[in-house]
């Protein structure tokens, strides 16, 4: 049977998943040091994986307000999120909170091995946040991401913020809703220019909700836009993406010294993913509202299947990264093809970390996610998406 335009597009949004942890995992893993023509082109595009995050962000703000324009009580949306969210995220605060320092104390003795496992020295004291998933904060006090495996869950405590602070906006009217999107994507590029003016550390910036509130409020206002196509239609111009991508480009290539551990410029931080919304927000609109080559490429198989377990892939792909760095790269012949091979040793190190992250993840997914899901709920979702493709359509995820 040939699949409707309601299931491409759900199929083309698992490919836009799929595209954001690839440039996730790149920005992590890939870290080539040496003055090669290669190593340094490497880095700038590996420098711009960043907006994987960014663009997970998007999605969640366009998904969750789909879904509260049609119900607003909202009840539903919160129960399945929660079974999306919950089992993942705890299986990896048992893994690494509590079985990993376990495993480290039992095999004290093999050094090689208990260096490899990532250490919670960083998280005394502030496990009960990681619980109430309100880590950023922790992390913004101490200026750090606090735990090898775990500090990637400072994005997960914004989106479930940014989910209850939605829950309780979309009570208002529709009018009240886009006037506070459209302020929060004009308020947040100021609220991180001063911040880097002022001299806050990147990282205290990166981590609070604030500072992506214009990525939240574009998914916003795509959700809400979505029923009058010919409103935005500026914003699904293929002249508006090329536009947003030509000037982010051009920031990265021209981009100063990094700040800290988010590996990201002064310019990325204030004004650069101000572009990277724009250039986001265009293109979902655009796969949402329009097919062509970006939709095919986005249904690409490969694509969509690293989508479906993205969650699972971005939840395990640093401490997979800490062990082959710590423990498989020191101890086998990769150390000496990393050292003297700088490109093909990161790209090496790339392929090998992507794809333990995708084998555990394909295990997880299964054991761990897909229990915990409806029954009916996949079912459910494409039939709500069959009416996608018109304006007024609703989108679930």
Not at 368 to 387: A, G, I, N, Y
Request: net charge positive; hydrophobic share 50%.
């Amino acid at each position: 049977m040939a699949a409707t335009g309601g299931e491409r597009r759900l199929v083309a949004l698992d490919g836009v998943r799929g595209l954001a942890i690839a440039g996730v995992v790149l920005f992590h893993v890939t870290n080539a040091t040496s003055s090669s023509r290669g190593a340094k082109v490497l880095t700038r595009v590996t420098g711009a994986g960043w907006l994987g995050v960014e663009l997970f962000f998007a999605l969640s703000a366009f998904l969750i307000t789909s879904q509260l324009a049609k119900r607003p009580d909202g009840g539903d949306y919160a129960a399945r999120r929660l079974r999306r969210i919950v089992p993942m995220y705890a299986f990896v605060l048992v893994l690494f909170l509590v079985v990993t320092p376990l495993a480290a104390r039992a095999l004290h003795t093999h050094g090689a091995i208990t260096d490899g496992l990532p250490k919670t020295d960083g998280v005394r004291g502030v496990q009960w946040m990681f619980v109430l998933m309100v880590q950023n904060f922790a992390m913004f006090t101490r200026h750090a991401f606090l735990h090898p495996a775990l500090g990637v869950t400072w994005s997960l405590a914004v989106e479930v913020q940014f989910y209850v602070a939605w829950f309780v906006l979309m009570r208002r009217s529709q009018r009240f809703v886009t006037r506070f999107a459209v302020g929060a994507i004009v308020f947040a590029p100021l609220w991180r220019a001063g911040l880097t003016l002022a001299g806050v550390d990147a990282t205290r910036i990166y981590v609070l909700p604030v500072s992506h509130l214009d990525l939240f409020g574009w998914g916003t206002l795509l959700a809400l836009w979505h029923r009058d196509a010919t409103a935005v239609d500026w914003l699904r111009s293929r002249w508006t993406i090329v536009g947003a991508g030509t000037a982010f480009v051009a920031w990265l290539v021209f981009a100063s010294r990094p700040l800290g551990e988010t590996g990201m410029t002064p310019g990325q931080l204030s004004v650069g993913i101000t572009i990277a919304a724009l250039l986001i927000a265009a293109c979902i609109h655009r796969v949402l509202t329009h097919g062509g080559v970006l939709d095919r490429a986005l249904r690409w198989p490969a694509l969509t299947g690293l989508g479906v377990i993205s969650y699972s892939v971005y939840l395990l792909h640093t401490a997979v990264e800490h062990v082959f760095r710590r423990v498989v790269v020191p101890h086998t012949g990769l150390a000496s093809f990393v050292r003297d091979h700088d490109l093909a040793g990161q790209l090496t190190l790339f392929m090998l970390v992507g794809a333990v992250s995708i084998a555990l993840s394909i295990v997880t997914y299964q054991l761990v996610e897909r229990p915990f899901m409806r029954p009916s709920q996949r079912r459910r979702v494409l039939v709500d998406l069959r009416r996608d493709v018109r304006p007024g359509a609703h989108v679930t995820s």
